[in-house]
Antibody
Framework: QVQLQESGPGLVKPSGTLSLTCAVS?????????WSWIRQPPGKGLEWIGE???????NYNPSLKSRVTISVDKSKNQFSLKLSSVTAADTAVYYCARRGRNDYGAPGDWFDPWGQGTLVTVSS | SYELTQPPSVSVSPGQTASITCSGD??????ACWYQQKPGQSPVLVIYQDSKRPSGIPERFSGSNSGNTATLTISGTQAMDEADYYC?????????FGTGTKVTVL
């Protein structure tokens, strides 16, 4: 059973870069799945940040694309998020999640499982 | 940009049926899925591909999607079903989440 675990600094200064890693256990990141980052500001809804395939192919939310970089490290079975020029509006719980696959092995439209999430606060 | 709209709150008595709607332009032409999120926990997938239940999700959770509306139905609602629920779909290669609905079991 695949499990995901986010890690990284819980506090980032304004204008700095937020960096998080998602470790994948119980399965290989090189499986035929896409891997995503999703965030949730305190008391608010969910926002998709972007996704990566083990080949390094990425898709990003257009609203964040200019500030986001998602990368993969197959040797460590993990993928990472970098979000630059952060402001208080980027304060959120950041989740990593695996995109499902349909019955034909193609990418599905859902996310399962999710990591436990990590709170990142942007403050000086 | 594409939007998915949900009612902010739904109240239901134990044992009764709760219906949560998710509205978006031609949503029925896309696949919708639903997540349950309890306080302090990560979202959990409860319905995917409009009406399929993942392993381990109780049969009282069901889904449908047609026209402009997807619906999550909880039959025989239990106290443990009290949570926030989010719908989700894809549009133009981007993931869209609904605004979220808080289900209260009175």
């Amino acid at each position: 059973q695949v499990q995901l675990q986010e890690s990284g600094p819980g506090l980032v200064k304004p204008s700095g870069t937020l960096s998080l890693t998602c470790a994948v256990s119980g399965g290989s990141i090189s499986s035929s799945n896409w891997w995503s980052w999703i965030r949730q500001p305190p008391g608010k809804g969910l926002e998709w940040i972007g996704e990566i395939y083990h080949s390094g192919s990425t898709n990003y939310n257009p609203s964040l694309k200019s500030r986001v970089t998602i990368s993969v490290d197959k040797s460590k079975n993990q993928f990472s998020l970098k979000l630059s020029s952060v402001t208080a509006a980027d304060t959120a719980v950041y989740y990593c999640a695996r995109r499902g696959r349909n019955d034909y092995g193609a990418p599905g439209d859902w996310f399962d499982p999710w990591g436990q999430g990590t709170l990142v606060t942007v403050s000086s | 940009s594409y939007e998915l709209t949900q009612p902010p709150s739904v109240s239901v008595s134990p044992g009764q049926t709760a219906s949560i709607t998710c509205s978006g332009d031609k949503l029925g032409d896309k696949y919708a899925c639903w997540y349950q999120q309890k306080p302090g926990q990560s979202p959990v997938l409860v319905i995917y591909q409009d009406s399929k239940r993942p392993s381990g999700i109780p049969e009282r959770f069901s889904g449908s999607n047609s026209g402009n509306t997807a619906t999550l139905t909880i039959s025989g609602t239990q106290a443990m079903d009290e949570a926030d629920y989010y719908c989700q779909a894809w549009d133009s290669s981007t993931v869209i989440f609904g605004t979220g609905t808080k289900v209260t079991v009175l």
